[in-house]
């Protein structure tokens, strides 16, 4: 439906100029390359002035700043490499200031039971040091068994602070605890070094504030870095030959004139021609932007063969009805929508953050019209009379729901059987399809109005076509009947899959009975406890409808994920192909703060 027309090109040009010429290209961003040659790269040559883990780690610690910067755009008064020094020294500085404040924070936390005190200097014991133990009340009468000189110094009504004298730590097993290290540093001159470590450490954060600046500047430079990497990749991939060099790939052919006109300028001599059959061209995939979301739920899971169709649309309407029918309730509905808000500029970052957030406008959009349809407010009847009106829909009548469930598994099942039929058209393996389509309309038609002899012929017929035509080719041969007895050992499957649609139903039902359940549970508390019973109730409702709205939306992405990627992709997908990869630059775009 929506995947785009490929031709192959080939580009020849003089060798001279093939690095400017490539560049040149990468600029245009409309090819994907095709190897005319395999290379193994060297990979001391691919790294620059600049370490490349060093860059990206320089500014993975800038950006995890919470406070940046205004960006510096301009390349003026920039040195990579002393920007890059003096974030890693930040880096190391800082790591080592809060490895030194968490250090002392404990030796605080040992040392303040004890107080502030000096050791005395261990000639003066004759050698011997002191130990400090922290114990229990209850575990005194251990202290009976003790050999060493010991002494209680102080006792609370929870530990006794004991004191061993020892030339060496005592073994673990002579007292009842650990002992505590208080250190040779007394409490005060730990809390003196903490206090500069803390100033020392709000220095280090404001120097890396201040470094922040440079995000941009760094963000830039691994993309130019990125982009030397791949000219030099597709500059190994041409095919060289004395004076003239020759590179080859796809091109959408609505941009066949772009690339003509470039051609022309550069004298390039340009080849054309169409992808044979046996060919498999990547798939660029193209649809309007607010359907753009489906295409990305698409990627993620499999590409299309180029040779198939864009499951995009169909991927994208039918998750939306099926989240809807899950999350059966506009509350909840109008709750993701208040969300999606709060984030919304947080997801307009990045294309693929703004194809999900439309999305999700799409899945706030339907659960909140199939909410209204089913007559749910977070568990509740409808509060107005004028939305009572528009409920036309009762989840808890099972009969209907289930089989208005069956009815949506055997559309979409339907609708996959009739796409593959259109995909397979040149093949006699379109009939099997059309015999799986008819199959399905008879077997739902008589379960809804009763098997008549009509409906069993018109199953016979479907199946039968399976059965002769299952077989890839244009040519019918016996043998063909073999592949069609396999087929027809996917009756059980189609069945099933059909039915896995009755987890609409099951799930929305769960998410009503949940609301409901919290609901009435909050009611009998506040009818058996007046008073405390308010505070226990709104606790009972925030908690409980929190946790079923957390639970439907889970269910919602996985189950309406699920449905549209196995059991819809099994019967309409045939072939999996591989994304198309433009020979482009990549763009950074300066932000602020």
Not at 69 to 92: D, S
Request: net charge negative.
């Amino acid at each position: 439906m929506s995947i785009l027309q490929l031709k192959k090109v080939s580009l020849i040009g003089l060798t001279q100029q093939k690095m400017q010429l490539l560049d040149e290209l990468q600029e245009l961003s409309l090819l994907h390359v095709v190897p005319l040659r395999k290379t193994q790269r060297n990979r001391d040559q691919q790294e620059e002035a600049a370490n490349p883990e060093l860059l990206k780690r320089s500014l993975q610690y800038l950006l995890s700043c919470p406070n940046k910067r205004r960006q510096v755009t301009r390349e003026k008064n920039f040195n990579l490499n002393q920007v890059l020094q003096a974030v890693e020294h930040n880096r190391r500085e800082r790591l080592a200031l809060q490895e030194k404040r968490d250090f002392l924070e404990k030796r605080i936390e040992d040392l303040e039971p004890w107080g502030d005190f000096i050791l005395p200097d261990p000639q003066e014991l004759n050698h011997q040091k002191l130990w400090f133990y922290l114990l229990p009340n209850y575990r005194t009468r251990e202290l009976e068994e003790l050999t060493l000189p010991w002494m209680v110094v102080h006792r609370d009504n929870r530990h006794t602070y004991l004191v061993v004298l020892a030339e060496e730590e005592p073994e673990a097993n002579r007292l009842p605890v650990p002992r505590t290290h208080t250190g040779d540093q007394p409490l005060s001159q730990l809390q003196e070094d903490l206090e500069e470590t803390l100033v020392a450490l709000e220095a280090t954060e404001a120097n890396r504030e201040a470094l922040t600046r440079w995000i941009y500047r760094l963000q830039l430079n691994i993309a130019n870095t990125d982009n030397l990497a791949l000219l030099q990749e597709v500059a190994d991939q041409t095919l060289d030959y004395d004076e003239i060099f020759a590179l080859q790939g796809w091109i959408a052919e609505r941009n066949l004139e772009q690339l003509r006109h470039f051609c022309q300028e550069q004298g390039l001599v340009l080849l054309e021609e169409d992808a044979s059959a046996e060919e498999i061209p990547p798939t660029l995939l193209d649809n309007p932007e607010q359907l753009q979301g489906g295409q990305e739920v698409v990627n993620f899971f499999q590409t299309p063969n180029y040779h198939s169709w864009d499951p995009s649309r169909v991927v994208f309407f039918s998750f939306v009805s099926f989240f809807a029918i899950i999350m059966s309730d506009v509350g909840y509905s109008l709750l993701l929508g208040a969300i999606l808000l709060w984030k919304w500029k947080a997801l307009g970052k990045t294309l693929t953050h703004r194809r999900l957030r439309t999305l999700g406008v799409a899945l706030t959009g339907a659960g909140v019209l199939w909410g209204l349809l089913v007559g749910s407010y977070f568990g509740a009847p409808p509060p107005l009379p004028w939305l009572a009106h528009l409920k036309v829909l009762d989840l808890n009548d099972f009969d209907a729901m289930m089989t208005l469930s069956i009815v949506i598994g055997a559309a979409h099942l339907l609708l996959a059987n009739l796409i593959m039929a259109w995909v397979r058209r040149h093949s006699l393996q379109s009939w099997a399809s059309l015999g799986w389509a008819l199959a399905v309309v008879a077997a739902l038609t008589g379960w809804l109005q009763g098997f008549a002899l009509g409906h069993w012929l018109a199953l016979g017929l479907g199946l039968a076509a399976v059965l002769l035509f299952s077989a890839p080719g244009r040519e019918w041969r016996w043998g063909n009947l073999i592949s069609g007895l396999l087929a027809l050992t996917n009756i059980t499957k189609i069945f099933g899959d059909v039915l896995s649609y009755l987890r609409l139903f099951a799930l929305g039902l769960a998410s009503a009975s949940l609301a409901i359940t919290f609901n009435q549970l909050a009611a009998d508390v506040v009818a058996a406890m007046p008073g405390l019973g308010l505070l226990l109730q709104m606790l009972i409702l925030l908690v409980g409808h929190l946790l079923n709205f957390v639970l439907t939306v889970v269910s919602g992405v996985i189950h309406g994920l699920r449905l549209n990627l196995i059991e819809f992709y099994n019967w309409s997908l045939a072939d999996e192909g591989y994304p198309f990869q433009p020979f482009a630059k990549q763009e950074v775009k300066p932000w602020t703060t």
